[in-house]
């Protein structure tokens, strides 16, 4: 499976947009019940169909991005591909706010490794959960030990959108990215599968059905 790409507005996504029309309907479907989080927001390509979403359902709450937003090789290269032109170490927060603030204006948007700026987050009950870049342990338990605690059970949607990533990699590389696939497998009884695309994207949903 190669890795996912395209754009989303002119803005460059590293998921196709089969999985932000799903976004979207996962905003509209919000039941006001919780907030929604996203970790791993890059230049804003899933954010912004999620709040369109969001937008059309009346959210009317904090939506929470986490990011690194420091640009890498890799990234350089991703953006330059859909006309973006940024530099190795640039902070990329600017870029992504820009972009979402063109959709729904209260953000709280915080920058640095993830899961220690996790410790940032207020505790709110979450209705909508993406996991856009934590994909290995221990970033990704150390994601979920933080955040579950608020889910909602019978509500909250977990959006693993690296979910068959370790499809790409093999050797100690493959296993270290099974840790999404690992913990949904490890709690049977916690998650129903919404959607998936196979040999489409790497992205899965579920629903948080039951506590760990």
Known sequence: MK???????????????????????????????????ELGSWLGATAMPLLEGLVEAGYDRPFYAYD????????????AIGGVHV???????????DNLLQIYGNLRMYRGTIPAILKNYPGDP???CIFDAPKNN???SGAIERLSPYWIPGVTVLGLLDYYFYKNR????????????RFIESHPNSFTKLAEWPGQTSSVFFRYEKKL
């Not at 530099?87 to 706010?97: M, Y």
Request: aromatic share 6%.
């Open 87 to 97: 530099h190795v170490g640039q902070n990329l927060l600017p870029i992504c706010k």
């Open 170 to 181: 093999s050797g100690e590389k493959r296993s270290e990215s099974l840790a999404p696939v």
């Open 68 to 79: 690194r937003w420091e640009a890498n090789k890799a990234e350089v290269q991703k953006a």
């Open 126 to 128: 979450i209705e909508i």
């Open 138 to 140: 221990p970033v990704f």
């Open 3 to 37: 890795k996912d790409r395209a754009m989303y507005k002119k803005v460059p996504a590293m998921s196709p947009t089969i999985v932000h029309d799903y976004l979207r309907e996962v905003g509209r479907a919000w039941c006001q019940q919780g907030v929604a989080i």
